[in-house]
């Protein structure tokens, strides 16, 4: 326990976590849900949410990686 309060102390793990909980939260909608099919814009905007969220959680943990190292 004390491992990850250690390593989630930091804003900016903190924040990778959130992304890539956001991120298991809309695929997991994406699979569930049937909204985006009679409102597609919506279904064009869910689904490229994934792919951004990803490569922001990438930048934010890459971004934690480097201040760990200092």
């Not at 409102?39 to 934010?60: E, H, Q, S, T, W």
């Amino acid at each position: 326990m004390r491992l990850l309060r250690r390593l989630f102390g930091d804003g900016l793990t903190r924040a990778a976590l959130i992304i890539w909980l956001i991120i298991i939260g809309l695929v997991a909608f994406n699979f569930r849900s049937t909204l985006p099919e009679p409102y597609p814009l919506f279904g064009v905007f869910d689904f490229l949410m994934v792919p951004v969220l990803f490569i922001a959680g990438g930048v934010v943990f890459i971004l934690a990686i480097w201040r760990f190292g200092k």
